[in-house]
Each structure stands twice: as structure tokens, then as C-alpha cells.
């Protein structure tokens, strides 16, 4: 039996957070584990009651602003300080025995960080997963906005005015310009998403959410968990190999965990994502998990099986196994690159682009595809079961998508053997454009036996921000640019009659906005057609570079 009971916990400022207590009734003092939420603290019940009954005292508290609790909600702004208040007054209790940690997903793994960079006493380890220590960087990829992402999640988590209604128009909601109306456009005025809607640039208006360089500062052991379809993924892999690399703190380095697998971002631990079984491998248990890293830290318990000598624990799709290693990137894998080619007409799957080892030796015609802002090309398939607003990270087989004329599609011949690679993906083209900013998006992809086409990552990079996310530069109309585009973490094997594919476009809407292709940011109102070139001959050798096994 776990009994439980809702405290009101103050904050510096006299606000007061709703905040509910689980303890075994056997339990006098014991370390305490806090979850800080604006997802409602009572969809916690299950796990925090499994945490007490594990011996632990789990705590549980609605974020300011949000369900029982007091105050104005404004997403991020106080939850460091909040956080730092909630540990110190924990530790007062007389049945906290002065070790806290944290856990939770997403925006409740986002609490963490901010809490843990105010360096509050008593906490002595986090558990972050599928989370960011950069907001910036989770809400922008290369310069393009995650737009489905944050508007609607704006939509049902700001204040609707009475009588407001969400737009039913969410196609014509993301394709609205100026960028900066679009709060409106989904039905009110939401001040905070407007400023991030228009603080395309990484400057000061993101301080308050950026705490990605002074966490090395921090001395906490940390499990970091995430899958590679998440759009956290980049964010929570970075934030282990910084820690585990550049922590400034010895004993903190040796005190990290990542766990990486085949999952997106509401399906961590399931075998099913997307279109794609990953099999019972894939499945694992994250609070068990959770469990299992504070019975070490925080009670003490050594494990049946204790995984110090190997922090790292990936999925390898294809071959559907779990690896153990010592660092991200797994060591004993080699950059390799892989070279596009056509003769001009890669456009579409039917079309003449390969992929091999073996760079262009003679003059090869560069491709080209138009990408237009009023019909742009999709992240995935639109259904009646999966709307627009519905587009998912998750792996949906690509082939509709190929078909489209703006797609360049290169595709290597049958593997007779098994390539394994793990580790960054990256592309690194040579493009141009005719506009003054243009998107260039590149998927990779497994080409099932059967047709499947299962996108494994991706990327996106917006032509300005090529240089810096501080100073974006427009393109020169024709002049030819060598970019380098980000995949993401990942790990598979594209297995014997597989074929790997390269696909490149200039959207991936509406999971990240449509380039107006103008250059005028998130005030401008018109767009144009912008028609792009990808080259692939000996002095420009357009490539994408995987770390694979020898």
C-alpha cells in the first residue's frame, strides 16, 4: 500500500505550487524523487506510487500556472527558480533524508535542466529523458521552425480567451504568413509564441531556456534516455556526450548513462513506431529503468547487472539488437562516405540517381527541383487517419512522397552483404539556388526487399543560416555553396537485398515550416519558387557520410 496526500509548497515569490506525496506507510525518511509538471500531476499516480512502493518518496507538483496550481503559466520562464525552491523546501522535510532527484520526459525533463543549473542543495541526480538543455535548438534545426510541433502544442497549453476556438483550418493555419500572425491564425493571441515565432536567430531572447553551456559545471550523475525518431534527439545525445566529455567534474564524467532507441517521442519503449515493428527487443520498461538508476544513485543498491564499464546502450535498426559502448559515437566505426550521382534526372524514385562508394570521375549533370511554398513537399504522407497537423516523426513508408517531382531520389544497388553503422549521419552537398533562401532537406532512407521505403533520419538546413545560427547570410541567386546538413544520432544495418536511399527536398512541412524562399524572415509576407540544384561532379562531390563498421 503507497499512501499519498497534496501539500501546497510555497514559492520566493508567495505563490503556491500544488504539490502531492507518495510514501509507503512503512517508510519514515528516505531519498525523495520530484516530478515537476504541467501535464497534470495526477497522470503521475501510477509511477510515483511504483517509486514509493520501491522505497523511495516520490513527489509529484503542478507547474505554476497549471491545473491546482497558483500563478501565470509561461512556458519555461520559472521553472528554474521554481525548481530551486521545490528542492530547497524538500529538504527541509523530516522525511526527506537530504537526497533528491528528478525525473520525467520532455517538458517535465526540461524542468530538470533548469532546476539543476540553479545548483539547489540536496539534489544529487536528474533523469531527463527525450528532453533539451537548448530550447532554441529543439524548436529550431538548422534555422526551420518545428511548426506543427509548438503550435499545437501552444493551442492547448495557453489560456484560450472565452468564446475563442482552435482553427479546424490547421493547412492554412502553418502555411499563414507573416509567421509572426500565426498565434492569431490559431485563434488568439499568445504572446509568448509569437516571440518565439519570430526569434528565428539563436540570440539573447533564448537565455532563460539555454543552459547548454553551463551544464558541464554541474556535479550529477544523469540516465539520459531518447530514441532516435525524437525531435529531442539531437539535444539529449549531445547533453550525454558533453557531460560524459566535458564535465568539469571527474567523478561526473564517469556517472553518465544514455539509453538510444528506435523510438519517437510518445512511444519510448514500445516495440511499434510508426509504420515499423521493431520487435520485443525494442521494448524496454523507462521507469524500470529509472528505478534502476536510483536504486544506485540515490539508495545505494548495487544491480544484478551493473553497466558502469558500458554507459551506453543503443538499438541497431534492421538487425533489431541492443550494443553496449563506452562513448556516443560508439568506437571501431569510420566515416565513410557515400556519393550521389545521375545524369540530371534524379527526380522521383523512377528516376536515374544512384548512390555508391566511388565519387563522380567525369562531368556529371547536376538536379534540380522546384520547391514551391504553396505546396510543399510533405514530412509524410497525408491520410484520413493521419491529417496534416497529425504528420509524425516516426518511420511511414516514403514511397507517395518519392513520387513528386520536387523530390531528388539516389538509391544504392542491393546489398549482398549486411552495412552497419552507428553513430552522427551528415550530409555535405553542393547547392544552389535562384532566391535569396531556399531549404535543403535530406532523408535517409532503408529500402526494404519489398518496396518499403523506412526513413531513418533527417535533416534540415535553411540556406541563410548555412553559416551561423546568429548571422543568417542570404544566398547569392546561382552561386554554388558547399552546406553541410546534420542527420541526427543513429544506428542500423541496412540488411542483405536492402538498399539505402538518399532523398532531398526543400520541405519537410508541417513538421518544419515551408521556406518562403524570400529571405525577409518571420514579418515577410510574400513567397517564391525557388529552383534548386544539388551537383555531383568531380570538383563538387555532393556525399552523405556514415559512420560504418570496416
Given amino acids: ?57 516520490a513527489v509529484v507538483q503542478d507547474c505554476r500556472g497549471k491545473y491546482e496550481s497558483e500563478g501565470i503559466f509561461y512556458p519555461y520562464d520559472n521553472e528554474g527558480q521554481d525548481g530551486f525552491d521545490t528542492i530547497e523546501w524538500l529538504g527541509r522535510q523530516a522525511w526527506c533524508n537530504g537526497k533528491i532527484g528528478m525525473w520525467g520526459a520532455s517538458y517535465v525533463g526540461a524542468t530538470q535542466w533548469l532546476a539543476a543549473n540553479e545548483h539547489p542543495p540536496g539534489l544529487v541526480t536528474i533523469a531527463p529523458t527525450a528532453t533539451f538543455s537548448s530550447f532554441y535548438r529543439n524548436l529550431y534545426l538548422g534555422g526551420a521552425l518545428r511548426i506543427s510541433l509548438i503550435t499545437r502544442w501552444a493551442s492547448g497549453n495557453s489560456q484560450r480567451p472565452e468564446g475563442a476556438e482552435v482553427t479546424k483550418d490547421w493547412r492554412g493555419t502553418l502555411l499563414h504568413l507573416p509567421l509572426s500572425e500565426v498565434d492569431d491564425e490559431i485563434g488568439w493571441s499568445m504572446p509568448w509564441l509569437e516571440g518565439m515565432l519570430t526569434h528565428p536567430r539563436h540570440d539573447g531572447y533564448w537565455n532563460r531556456t539555454e543552459v547548454t553551456d553551463e551544464i558541464v559545471d554541474l556535479k550529477l550523475p544523469m540516465q539520459h534516455i531518447v530514441g532516435y525518431y525524437d525531435f529531442f534527439s539531437r539535444e539529449s545525445v549531445n547533453n550525454f556526450t558533453r557531460m560524459q566529455q566535458q564535465a568539469h567534474d571527474p567523478e561526473t564524467r564517469q556517472q553518465q548513462q544514455l539509453i538510444l532507441g528506435p523510438w519517437d517521442h510518445g512511444s519510448i519503449g514500445r516495440a511499434k513506431v510508426g509504420d515499423v515493428d521493431f520487435g520485443k527487443n525494442a521494448v524496454i520498461d523507462a521507469a524500470g529503468e529509472n528505478l534502476k538508476w536510483f536504486a544506485r544513485i540515490l539508495q545505494g543498491h548495487k544491480p544484478e547487472q551493473d553497466n558502469a564499464d558500458n554507459p ?11 550494443q553496449n559502448a563506452t562513448t556516443w559515437p560508439p568506437q571501431g566505426f569510420t566515416a565513410t562516405p557515400f556519393y550521389l550521382h545521375s545524369n540530371g534526372k534524379a527526380n522521383t524514385s523512377a528516376g536515374d540517381g544512384s548512390l ?88 535517409l532512407i532503408d529500402v526494404h526487399p519489398d518496396g518499403f521505403s523506412q526513413n531513418l533520419s533527417v535533416g534540415i538546413l535553411r540556406g541563410r543560416f548555412r553559416k551561423s545560427e546568429q548571422q543568417p547570410t542570404p544566398l547569392k541567386p546561382g552561386e554554388v555553396y558547399e552546406i553541410t546538413v546534420d542527420l541526427g544520432p543513429i544506428a542500423a544495418q541496412i540488411g542483405k537485398g536492402h538498399r539505402l536511399r538518399v ?30 540544384h544539388v551537383y555531383h561532379d568531380p570538383a563538387r562531390p555532393s556525399r552523405i557520410i556514415l559512420p560504418c563498421m570496416p
Fill in 1 to 57: 500500500m503507497v499512501l499519498s496526500r497534496t501539500v501546497q509548497v510555497p514559492m520566493r515569490d508567495g505563490v503556491l505550487l500544488a504539490t502531492d506525496v507518495y510514501h509507503s506507510p512503512n517508510v519514515e525518511q528516505a531519498p525523495v524523487v520530484l516530478m515537476r509538471t504541467p501535464y497534470n500531476k495526477g497522470r503521475a499516480k501510477k509511477v510515483a506510487e511504483r517509486f514509493a512502493a520501491a522505497g523511495l518518496i
Fill in 312 to 322: 551506453v546502450r543503443y538499438f541497431s535498426m534492421g538487425d533489431n539488437v541492443w
Fill in 356 to 443: 555508391d562508394l566511388c565519387p563522380a570521375t567525369t562531368a556529371e549533370a547536376a538536379d534540380s527541383f522546384q520547391a514551391d511554398p504553396d505546396d510543399p513537399a510533405p514530412a509524410c504522407p497525408v491520410t484520413e487517419k493521419r491529417p496534416l497537423i497529425s504528420a509524425t516523426w516516426a518511420p511511414v513508408d516514403q514511397r507517395p512522397i518519392e513520387k513528386r517531382s520536387d523530390v531528388l531520389v539516389y538509391t544504392s544497388e542491393p546489398y549482398t552483404e549486411p552495412l552497419t553503422f552507428a553513430g552522427n549521419a551528415q550530409a555535405k552537398l553542393f547547392v544552389s539556388a535562384d532566391t535569396p533562401d531556399a531549404d535543403w532537406v535530406v532523408k
Fill in 503 to 532: 532523398d532531398i527536398c526543400g520541405a519537410y512541412f508541417p513538421l518544419f515550416d515551408r521556406n518562403p524562399n524570400t529571405a525577409e524572415g518571420p514579418f515577410g509576407k510574400d513567397s517564391k519558387i525557388s529552383t534548386e
